[in-house]
């Protein structure tokens, strides 16, 4: 018995927040939660601490700059 996955909602890149989740930035740009984190030690993609627990978000024109879209 196989699992099929659902595909990817389709979403607007300029109806997002602005301030995206790990697992928002991760499926825009179809790589790990895992990679975004390296990449946010590593300076690419830095991240704003929010909470207690310290819980990373992503501005979303960063995001866009990263995806190469013009952000007008």
Request: aromatic share 2%; hydrophobic share 40%.
């Amino acid at each position: 018995m196989s699992v099929k996955s659902k595909p990817a909602p389709r979403v607007s890149l300029h109806d997002l927040p602005d301030l995206l989740t790990i697992r928002e930035v991760a499926g825009l740009l179809r790589v790990s939660s895992l990679t975004i984190k390296r990449w946010g030690k590593k300076g690419k993609l830095p991240a704003i601490r929010i909470n207690s627990r310290g819980d990373r978000r992503y501005k979303k024109e960063v995001v866009l700059r990263l995806l190469g879209v013009d952000n007008e």
